[in-house]
């Protein structure tokens, strides 16, 4: 064959692997209101970036008559490429290719590109489009997947693992995107589950649909199990890169600096934090008062949402923010805040990420659906996630932290480096109230007028207990600050704590509440 011919071979090779735009399949995909695999990738990397692998990969099935069946690219299209530069491995399911059916060799692909990955400490995103294990191909099909969760988990903090679920996800193959850093998900083209509505069916004689059972809202509001909710593909796409400028390639660098920029938003601590101290504010307009250009990406904005957590800059860095949030259930700690705290908390630092903590919230949710839910477990995450963050870690009080929940929320006892605490902050056992009537319950009861005896001592205990200065005394804190001065204090001790040293004792791991 001459050169010329071989030339023309691989071109015809290569058509037969790729579908062309106008199959029949690839239309049935586009009318379901989702982007051909293809098209994705191209979406989400940089122009003219994208080096594809194992396009000529194939299956060696024999049963079911797969053995006649040729399954372009087996059904995942894989490679490298770039998002604003930075380098990352890709895999994208292809849903027109047997259901985007996960075979041996499509695991092999994808194993492939996280070997690449891991070894080359690159970012891994993995677009999800399948109707799970081939079945044809059996007990190899899952094979493959164990062969993904093995590497999931020896990538797990080495580099960012992305996971955009484009369509259904089922059965055993959510647990690879459970292991991943962050999920995508996209209102109405998103479906996670371990059973289906059929089998749901079957077995407990319940009707559901695929929306309601796994859709994209409900993975973002009631489960908690993906991270990022978006309207549309192309939105979504346009999330993964902002994420991506935001964090490190790989456990070893530093996330990349950008220049820095003063917040669009003045921080008016008096606009922001009301009068009347049980009055709810939004926590995030104090975090984007403080940040860079006052730019904020939250993680699992619509789940637990009396947490915030999320990305930010100051002065030109990455930093991870916490915060808790009084709009919703008055900012305190339960199972769920709990589990997304402590989970944000070990992705910080595991990408040296300086954690940033703003702290206004009465304790954790008393009742007993939250103690049969197991609080005392999972609030522990918490606990557990800032002592072993050796991260620089910097607290902001900004009204109460009382009782577990200051401790919990980076005390100085739980190793942050700097404590500070603005003069409207109430660093106390519990909340004045709850605490008047508890010490002095015998001289109110037996007083003329016990409500006037009690609203007395709420007077009292707030004038003696709910101010940050108890706290400073003993140096609970480092410094109560003017507010306006926020910033200003966190790039000072951010660049103080930039060559941070935490020595430990060694040991192989920990054992977390998980
Ligand atoms: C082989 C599959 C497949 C699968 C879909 N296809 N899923 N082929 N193995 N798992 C094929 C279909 O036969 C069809 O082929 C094409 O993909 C498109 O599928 P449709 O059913 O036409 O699409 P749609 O109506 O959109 O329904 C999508 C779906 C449905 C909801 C995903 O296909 C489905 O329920 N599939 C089976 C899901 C499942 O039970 N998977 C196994 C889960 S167990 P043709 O040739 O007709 O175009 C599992 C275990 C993992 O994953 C364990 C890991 C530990």
Redesign the pocket.
């Known amino acids: 064959m001459g050169i010329i011919d071989k030339v023309f071979e691989y071109f015809k090779r290569r058509e037969k692997a790729i579908p062309p735009k106008d199959s029949k399949?690839v239309e049935k995909q586009i009318q379901?209101g989702k982007m051909y695999a293809r098209d994705r990738i191209k979406y989400l990397l940089d122009a003219d970036s994208f080096q594809e692998t194992d396009l000529f990969v194939e299956h060696s099935e024999k049963n079911f008559g797969l053995d006649k069946k040729f399954l372009p690219a087996d059904g995942v299209i894989t490679g490298t490429g770039t998002i604003y530069g930075y380098p990352v491995a890709i895999f994208a399911q292809d849903?027109t290719v047997?259901?985007?059916?996960?075979g041996l060799m499509h695991a092999r692909k994808i194993t492939k590109i996280m070997d690449l990955a891991i070894n080359n400490g690159i970012p891994l995103i993995g677009i999800n489009d399948?109707?799970?294990?081939?079945?044809?191909e059996g007990v190899n099909?899952?094979a493959g997947?164990?062969e993904i969760?093995y590497r999931n988990t020896l990538a797990s903090g080495v580099i960012p693992q992305i996971s955009v679920i484009l369509?259904?996800c089922?059965?055993?193959?959510v647990?690879s995107p459970a292991l991943t850093d962050f999920v995508f998900v996209v209102d109405k083209i998103s479906?996670m589950f371990i059973t289906?509505p059929?089998v749901i069916k079957t077995v407990l004689g319940e009707e559901i649909s695929?929306e309601d059972l796994g859709g994209a809202r409900v993975q973002t509001e009631i489960s908690g199990n993906a991270h990022f909710f978006a309207k549309s593909e192309i939105e979504c796409f346009e999330q993964v890169k902002r994420l991506v400028s935001f964090i490190p390639w790989n456990n070893t660098r530093k996330a990349a600096a950008f220049p820095p920029k003063p917040p669009k938003i003045h921080l008016d601590i008096e606009k922001i934090i009301p009068a009347e101290p049980s009055k709810p504010y939004d926590i995030r307009d104090v975090i984007k008062a403080v940040c860079d250009d006052s730019d904020f990406l939250e993680v699992q904005e619509n789940w637990a949402s009396n947490a915030v957590v999320g990305f930010a800059r100051i002065n030109g860095d990455t930093i991870g923010v916490v915060g808790n949030q009084p709009l919703v259930l008055a900012g305190v700690l339960d199972v769920d805040s709990s589990d997304k705290i402590a989970r944000f908390i070990r992705y910080c630092d595991a990408f040296s990420i300086p954690l940033v903590t703003f702290v206004d919230l009465p304790g954790y949710l008393p009742g007993i659906d939250q103690e049969h839910a197991g609080v005392i477990r999972h609030g522990a995450k918490i606990l557990y996630a800032y002592s072993e963050a050796s991260v620089p870690k910097l607290t902001v009080i900004l009204r109460k932290a009382y009782g577990g929940g200051y401790i919990a929320m980076c005390s100085r006892h739980l190793g942050a480096d700097f404590v500070f605490a603005w003069p409207t902050a109430e660093i106390a056992v519990m909340g004045p109230e709850g605490a008047a009537n508890i010490i002095f319950r015998q001289e109110i009861m037996e007083s003329a007028d016990p409500e006037i005896t009690r609203k007395q001592k709420v007077i009292e205990y707030t004038e003696k207990f709910a101010n940050p200065y108890v706290a400073a005394k003993n140096g609970h804190i480092d410094a109560v600050i003017n507010p306006a001065e926020t910033r200003k204090s966190l790039i000072h001790s951010l660049k103080l704590c930039a060559g941070k040293r935490d020595n430990r004792p060694s040991r192989k791991h920990g054992i977390p509440p998980f």
């Open positions: 399949a379901m849903f047997a259901g985007g059916s996960l399948s109707g799970g294990a081939r079945i044809q099909s899952l997947y164990g969760f369509g259904p089922a059965g055993g193959a647990y479906k289906g059929e695929m």
